[in-house]
Structure formats: C-alpha cells, structure tokens
C-alpha cells in the first residue's frame, strides 16, 4: 500500500425525521405499517397529480447545512433524475441537481486518533424509492413496497478528501452524531434511515489525476463502511499490481464473504437525462427564514465536549466518548445532576454502562438503570455503605432486571460493606498466617506484595470489607 494512496468519498443519504412525505401528506414514519399502505397518487406519481414542497423537509436540510458550515441558497431547483427500476413507479426521482439548497462546509472529526477537517461538496434534497422485498411469502417471486416512495432525504456529498477506512468511518460516525444532535435523523444504519455508498479508488503516490472509481452501495454499518473500504483498496491494487484496470462499476458488500462484489457499470449523471421538474417552482429561502432556523440551533457534538471539561473537569478524552450519542451525553448530565461526583459518574458510565451496552448489544434508550440510580449507587459508595466492588455487583444486578432497589439487593445480597475493624484483624492474620513467603518479601523491600494481601482479604469477605481500613490494618500488621 505504501506505492498508493487511496482515494475516498462518501454520499451520505440521511431520512429526514419529518411527519410527512417530501411532496404530499403521507406519514413518513413506515415503522410498522404493512406494505403499501402509506402510498398516495402522488407517492407514486400518477398523472394528474401535483407534489407540494415539505416545508419542515427544507428546514430541517437548512438546519444541517448551518450546522456544517454550507452556503445556503436563496434559490435552489428541483430536477427529474430519470431511470427506471421496479421501485420508482414513477421512473424518475425528484432531486437536486445543478443547483442545490447547500454547498461547501465541513466535517469536522475530533476523535483520539485524529483531528480533522474534510469538505463537503454539497447537501441537497431529494425523495427516496420504494423497496424490493425478496423473502415475502414466496421463494421464487419479489414484491414491492411503495410505502418508502417520497419519503424526505438530504443527500450529503463529501469530497474526495478521506485517504483510509479509518478516517472514513469516523466521518461517518462524526456526520451521524451532527444529525441526531439536530434532531433530524434518528441515524439508524441497520433500519436504513441512515445510508452510505462510497466512491473508492487509488493512485500511486504523489500522482495528483484520481484512479478509476468504484461505489460500494448501501453500506448499513460503520464497521462495514470501513471493512469494505479497505478490501475495496486491496482489491484495486491487487487488480492494477496484476496488469489489469480498474473498472468503473457500482459494486456491493457482501459481510458474510467479507468482498465486495460487481452489480453493475456505473452511470454517469447524464445517464440520468436530469431536467428541471415541471410540476415545481424553484424553491427560494429568504434570510429571515434562515435566520428562524439558525435560531434553533442546538449545541453539537463538540460544544458540548468541550462544555463538559470545562464544566465538570472530566478529561477531553472522557468528554468525546461521552458526547458521540447525544442519549449518553444527557445520561451523563442527569446522573451529575443528581448529585453524582461529575468524574466518578463519566467513570461509571464509560467502563460499566458501555461495557454491559456493547455485550447486550443495545443502545442507552434500553438502559433499565435510570440516571437518579446511577448517582444513588456511586454515593453509597461515596458514603462509605458498599465498596466499588460490591457496588459493581449490584449494577451488573440492576442491569439483569433484578431490581432497581439498591438498598433491598445489598441486604439480600448481604453486600453491606464491613467497618468492623476486629473482623478485618482477624481476616488479616489468616493471611498472614497462611502466606509466610510473601510476608518475607514485603519485608525485604517488596513493597507491591501489598496488593496480593489486600486481594487476599477481599477475596475472604467477598468483596465487602472497607478497601481503605483493610489497607490501613494491613500496613500495620506487616510492620
């Protein structure tokens, strides 16, 4: 790879968070609606029939393109793209074209690997297609749902800026967090509402011209945006390593296989024969309207990262974990709020929380363990009632769905944290007594035999003893 550099760009199709379609009054909310039944004249554009501009739609496209930094447009066109598959009853989708609501910006990445800017070309709006469902009742025929017909997107176009799949991921997980902080996408790769292809390609080292592109389409995960890339990257060098060419092509990943795979030449935009709709009138955005919407910005991402340094005093690298799901971010406020010290809770929240989150494989939304909980378990703690160990115990309970009395489980546990310095005394001896030779070596100068006591002792009152008085009664006895 050190021969070439890559080449990366990815098309983002975000579904926008509205109550209808982009042209008609359709709910755009298809969770749980039975095929076909979310579908209007308009949705599938019959004739005679008249799409109306969502208002809520181009807010909500202005609100990302300030959020990002764009020019927004007083004037921008709607246009046909015109081709023909079983999804687009219409045989075209209405889109932006040459002049789009947003151009320019950027993402900015923060992250602990990286600090950076990548520009954007564009965003603008356009309706989604329906879908073709291959495993409805029948093995060897496909239907087709028009319910996602019309439904709101904006498109978010980047440059040809990202040079691995790393940095390509974390623009999309930075992209992401920047729409479901606005409240304008919930961001669902596995549920669709939150799309990527991506446009790979090489070049050797220091050559300015791009290689001949691939797309990879529909890429429904941020581990499988970037386990595609990087076999696309192989695949390309191996091919142009080989004598052959890259050809230009639409290609999909198949995660099982863990390849990409040929589905189709890939068009170019005059393939398409776009022209402007004749059913819509240019859509314009005065200042005051975009002002109205600059208005309602909310603090992103990275405000709120650094606001939680500054005002709680946890480290810069606590406070970007935090803050990559705005969900996490007010757990993490709510449970400070509630009296938790700000550190211990950010502790509590990035190496219990997250860890039982990732093996449950569930978001913060399925968290039983409420934030007043969280702050009640850590002051226990703080108040000398249960050690961190114990209280580790009663949060892996909690989050079983053993209960959210916190008291009640640490007495029926019997995890109440033993002060009783005679007890303790007597536990100490016993390992004293049945360790003479790391009581020889802590004597001799071996100072970090300590710990292996201290374990020693936790270990024989099952991790309720106080840790400080066991560590205080053990330095006098080994004396």
């Known amino acids: 790879m050190a021969r070439y550099e890559a080449v990366i760009g990815l098309e983002v199709h975000a579904q926008l968070a509205t109550r209808s379609k982009m042209f008609c009054a359709c709910a755009s909310n298809l969770k749980d609606a039975p095929p076909n039944t979310t579908v209007c004249p308009v949705c599938t554009g019959h004739p005679g029939t008249l ?13 990302v393109g300030l959020a990002l930094g764009c020019k927004i447009h007083a004037r921008s066109i709607f246009a046909r793209k015109n081709y023909f598959y079983p999804d687009l009853p219409k045989g075209y989708q209405i889109s932006q074209y040459e002049s789009p609501l947003c151009t320019g910006g950027s993402v900015k990445v923060k992250t602990k690997r990286t600090d950076s800017e990548f520009p954007l070309i564009r965003i603008h709006l356009e309706e989604d297609a329906g879908k073709l469902m291959h495993d409805y009742g029948h093995p060897e025929k496909s239907h087709v749902d028009f319910n996602r017909c019309g439904v709101p997107l904006i498109e978010i176009v980047s440059g040809p800026d990202m040079r691995s799949p790393g940095e390509a991921g974390d623009y999309l997980r930075t992209l992401r967090n920047v729409l479901v902080y606005l409240g304008v996408c919930e961001g669902n790769l596995q549920e669709g509402n939150f799309r990527c292809d991506a446009n790979i390609s090489i070049r050797p080292v220091g050559q300015r011209e791009f290689g001949t592109r691939a797309e990879m389409k529909n890429l429904n995960s941020f581990k499988a945006v970037e386990r595609a890339v990087a076999y696309e990257i192989e695949r390309q060098i191996k091919v142009v390593d080989g004598g052959g060419k890259v050809v230009q092509e639409t290609r999909l990943w198949n995660d099982a296989a863990g390849r990409t795979e040929s589905m189709r030449s890939k068009e170019e935009a005059h393939d398409y024969r776009y022209f402007p709709d004749p059913d819509l009138m240019p859509l314009t955005v005065d200042e005051k309207w975009i002002g109205r919407v600059r208005a309602t910005l ?24 935090m803050t990559e799901d705005k969900r996490l971010a007010d757990y993490f406020e709510e449970t400070a709020a509630c009296g938790a010290p700000p550190k211990k809770a950010a502790n509590w929240i990035i190496s219990e929380l997250l860890r039982e989150l990732k093996e449950s494989e569930e978001g913060i939304a399925a968290c039983p363990i409420g934030p007043e909980k969280l702050a009640e378990l850590i002051g226990l703690i703080e108040d000398g009632t249960i050690s961190g160990k114990t209280a580790k115990t009663i949060f892996a309970a909690m989050y079983r769905g053993e209960g959210v009395d916190i008291r009640g489980l640490i007495e029926s546990k019997n995890l109440q944290q033993n002060t009783d310095s005679k007890i303790i005394e007597k536990h100490i001896d016993d390992a004293i007594a049945a360790n003479p030779k790391q009581l020889e070596q802590y004597r001799s100068g071996k100072k970090a035999v300590l710990g292996f006591f201290v374990g020693q002792i936790m270990k024989a009152t099952e991790g309720t003893a106080n840790p400080e008085l066991v560590n205080e009664l053990l330095k006098r006895k080994l004396k």
Do not use: S, W
């Open 298 to 321: 909310p603090e992103l991402a990275h405000a709120k990262a650094m606001r939680f340094t500054r005002d709680y005093g946890i480290t810069e690298a606590d406070a970007l974990i």
């Open 51 to 63: 799409p109306t501009v969502n208002a809520g739609a181009v807010e909500m496209a202005i609100k």
